[in-house]
Each structure stands twice: as structure tokens, then as C-alpha cells.
């Protein structure tokens, strides 16, 4: 996946960025938040919303993809 140099949007939880699937060619959005600064109540928060998307099916909500723990970089990559 391939990010834009600037967030598209900025959350209490992290950055979202719109990104390139090279493998696809489709245009997805690619949530980033730092783990290392999150309180269990933050984590308790992103598992909640990742739950909530794997189970949505609206073409109004993004669909959950995938997550990639990047734990050289304290960060968890949430795509949709």
C-alpha cells in the first residue's frame, strides 16, 4: 500500500490517509495509530470499531479490510 504524504483526516486514535493497493490499482483508506501512546481504553475503543466494520454492510460506511501490526514502528494499520 502506498500513502499520500499528508493524513487526509486526524482522530483522537490516529491518522487516516488515502492509499494506493498497488496490487489493485484501488484507491482504500488506511487508518494509523501509535499502540505505544495508547491507554487500555483507547485500545478497548480501535477493537470495538474494527468489530463494528468487519460486521457492517453499507455502501454509506467503508468496509473493513484488514489490520497489520507494524510493531517496529509502535503502530497498528487498520485498512479499509
Do not use: H
Not at 504524504?5 to 496490487?23: D, K, W
Not at 484501488?26 to 460486521?55: G, N, P, W
Not at 489490520?67 to 497498528?76: A, C, D, N, P
Amino acid at each position: 500500500v502506498q500513502t499520500d504524504s499528508q493524513s487526509t483526516f486526524i482522530s483522537a486514535f490516529g491518522s487516516v490517509y488515502q492509499a494506493l493497493n498497488r496490487e489493485t490499482g484501488d484507491m482504500v483508506a488506511l487508518k494509523v495509530v501509535q499502540i505505544d501512546r495508547a491507554d487500555d481504553e483507547i485500545q478497548e475503543t480501535i477493537s470495538r470499531e474494527i468489530a463494528i466494520l468487519k460486521r457492517c454492510n453499507s455502501p454509506y460506511i467503508v468496509s473493513y479490510f484488514a489490520s497489520y501490526l507494524k510493531l517496529s514502528e509502535s503502530q497498528l494499520w487498520v485498512r479499509s
